[in-house]
C-alpha cells in the first residue's frame, strides 16, 4: 500500500470513530436529572415560592410530569433549560396550589465510565487522524509530530463543544488536557524506536503542555492527564515504535 492510500485510510478510520463515539456515548457534562415531588399544600412561610408561569416551557413540562407521576427523568443536556430552573429543591405555584419539586442527578455513576469511554474513543480517533498526518510527510519533520496531540486534542474538544448546550458546561481545560496526553505515548514511541534524542524532546514537551494545563484548571484535571497516560499508554506507545519502524525502512 502506498504512502497517499495508507495516509487517507488511516484518515477515514479516525474520522469514522471520532463521529460514531460522538453520537453514541453519553459527554462528560451530561448527566441523568430526576424530579420528584416532596408534597404540596403545604410550605414555609418564608419560602421562596416560584411562579409556574415563570418558568421556560421545558421546565413547565417538567413539573407538569412531576406532579403527574410524583417524579419523573430527564437528561440535563437535552433538557438543558429545566436543569438549571429546577435543579435543587424548589416550590412552585401552579394554579394556586404550591408544590415542592427535588430535584437531583440520576446518575449511579455509570455516567463517568461512559464518558471516560467516550473520550477516549475521540482521543483515539483524533490519534488516528493524526497518523494519517504524519504518514503523509515523507521527511517526518518534527513538526508533524504535532499532528497526534493536536487531533486528539481536537476530536475530543470538538465534539463535546458540539454535543453541550452552552459552552460553560464544556470542561475546555480538561479535555484540552486529555487530548495533549494522549499524544505523548505514541511521539515517546516513535524517539524510541528511532533513537532520537529531538522526538525525545518534542514527546516531553508536550507532556510539559499538558502539565501546565494540569495546573490551570480544577481539581478534577488529574483524571484528564493521567486516563489517557495510563489507558492509552502501553498501547501508544507500541503503535508509536510501529511507525518509528515504518519511519526508519523509508528513510
Partial sequence: ?????????????????????????????????????????????????????????PAQTVVDETIAEDYTFFSSYDNYAASESLRGDKYIRKNGQVYRIRTTSGDDGDG???????????????????????????????????????????AVVGMNAIAAPDPSVVAWLGNTLFGLAAGVPIQ??????RRSRRIGAVSAGTLALSVI???????????????????????????????????????
Fill in 1 to 57: 500500500m502506498d504512502i497517499g492510500t495508507e495516509s487517507i485510510s488511516f484518515l477515514l478510520v479516525g474520522l469514522l470513530i471520532v463521529v460514531l463515539a460522538g453520537s453514541m456515548h453519553q459527554p462528560a457534562g451530561e448527566t441523568v436529572m430526576v424530579s420528584e415531588l416532596v408534597s404540596e399544600g403545604d410550605h414555609p412561610p418564608d419560602a421562596d415560592i416560584v411562579e409556574y408561569t415563570d418558568l421556560p416551557e
Fill in 112 to 154: 463517568l465510565f461512559a464518558a471516560i469511554a467516550r473520550d477516549l474513543s475521540l482521543a483515539i480517533g483524533g490519534l488516528l487522524a493524526g497518523t494519517a498526518v504524519y504518514l503523509a510527510d515523507r521527511k517526518r519533520r518534527l513538526v508533524t509530530l504535532a499532528a497526534f496531540p493536536v487531533g486528539a486534542t481536537a
Fill in 188 to 193: 515517546a514511541g516513535v524517539a524510541v524506536r
Fill in 213 to 251: 494545563v494540569l495546573f490551570s484548571g480544577d481539581t478534577l484535571s488529574g483524571l484528564y492527564l493521567l486516563v489517557p497516560l495510563v489507558l492509552l499508554g502501553v498501547p501508544g506507545i507500541g503503535f508509536g515504535w510501529w511507525l518509528g519502524k515504518r519511519s526508519r525502512v523509508r528513510s
